[in-house]
């Protein structure tokens, strides 16, 4: 099973940046990575998304132009880069590793995950 563990959460400012960075417990250079968040009584919700090239990306309307993900296969790991955010970022941001090489957001596809942490955007 694919183990994953995310870190670089924090508490940070309005406008400020922060990367966020996931490792695997194995090669996962042929899996689709993605980056899901979830606030507290909310349902968890897309971010971002990887294919296993790295040529394609896809993000939720919410963050485009704001972050960027982005992968390194030779150190099986998969980053999220933030830029200007804002309070309604804040959340438990998880990765997570499909069986597909494709990009794909929907949640039923994506069986292995981590453990999360926490982005908190204060003013």
């Known amino acids: 099973q694919v183990q994953l563990v995310e870190s670089g959460g924090e508490l940070v400012q309005v406008g400020g940046s922060l990367r966020l960075s996931c490792a695997a417990s194995e090669r996962i250079s042929e899996h689709a990575l993605a980056w899901w968040r979830q606030a507290p009584g909310k349902e968890r919700e897309f971010v971002a998304v990887?294919?296993?090239?790295?040529?394609?990306?896809d993000y939720a309307d919410s963050v485009k132009g704001r972050f960027t993900i982005s992968r390194d296969n030779a150190k099986s790991t998969v980053y999220l880069q933030m830029n200007s955010l804002k309070p309604e970022d804040t959340a438990v941001y998880y990765c997570?590793?499909?069986?597909?090489?494709?990009?794909?957001?929907?949640?039923?596809?994506?069986?292995?995950w981590g453990q999360g942490t926490q982005v908190t955007v204060s003013s």
């Open positions: 997570a590793a499909t069986e597909l090489a494709r990009v794909v957001i929907t949640q039923r596809f994506y069986p292995y």
């Open positions: 990887i294919n296993w090239r790295g040529s394609i990306r």
